[in-house]
């Protein structure tokens, strides 16, 4: 399966400021990258799908401005959390999707904003 | 709006159980449906994906199933182990969209 690199694995981080989540394929080239948030004992919610080269699509009820997503090229894709407030602490996913339909997953990121 | 819910929420069953979770969809126009285990604070490892022609896939002692007319899938765990306490998650790739929507997820515990 495919090899999905996720920095950094945990950070903290004072309100305000802002935090850049890294989200590399390792093993193929991913036109798109999907990144997903995980609340406490909760399942992952879709926040936006990352597309190489052009806009990212961001789901329903997710801030564009807030989350701020590029994919500058084929194996990474960048996750920046702007303005963090502790509402915003989470953790927070990517994932790839291989040809044959298959989801893989990186390892997450962890965000606490203090 | 799809929804997924799994059934139970939570098991805990002794070491060499046999054992089944549930995984249910609202919209049966789905294309692919995945499964996978999280550990506590970890990512998501895949295992097993059904793709739309399919209706069942094997792995070792999982075996997945899915009817899409109904709207369900199942996951069967034979002769459970301690290493298998996780929490698994089913996920559905709406038709047409690439995106997948979880299921709430079932917390399994295996008791040595």
């Known amino acids: 399966g495919a090899v999905v690199s996720q920095h950094p694995s945990w950070v903290i981080c004072k309100s305000g400021t802002s935090v850049k989540i890294e989200c590399r394929s390792l093993?193929?080239?991913?036109?798109?990258m999907f990144w997903y948030r995980q609340f406490p004992k909760q399942s992952l919610m879709l926040m936006a799908t990352?597309?190489?080269?052009?806009?990212?699509?961001?789901e329903q009820g997710v801030e564009k401005d807030k989350f701020l997503i590029n994919h500058a090229s084929l194996t990474l894709s960048t996750l920046t959390v702007t303005s963090a407030h502790p509402e915003d602490s989470s953790f927070y996913i990517c994932s790839v999707r291989a040809d044959t339909g298959e989801l893989f997953f990186g390892e997450g990121s962890r965000l606490t904003v203090l | 709006k799809q929804e997924v819910t799994q059934i139970p929420a939570a098991l805990s069953v002794p070491e060499g159980e046999n054992l089944v979770l549930n995984c249910s969809f609202t919209?049966?126009?789905?294309?692919?449906l995945q499964w996978f285990r999280q550990d506590p604070g970890k990512g998501l490892t895949s295992l097993l994906l059904i793709q739309s022609s399919q209706r069942e896939q094997t792995s070792g002692r999982l075996n997945a199933s899915l009817d899409k007319s109904s709207g369900r899938s199942t996951l069967y765990i034979a002769a459970s182990q301690p290493g298998d306490s996780a929490t698994y998650l089913c996920a559905v790739e709406r038709a047409g969209t690439y995106k997948y929507i979880f299921g709430t997820g079932t917390r399994l515990k295996v008791l040595a």
């Open positions: 919209d049966s126009a789905i294309y692919n």
């Open positions: 990352s597309n190489e080269g052009s806009k990212a699509t961001y």
């Open positions: 093993d193929f080239q991913a036109t798109t």
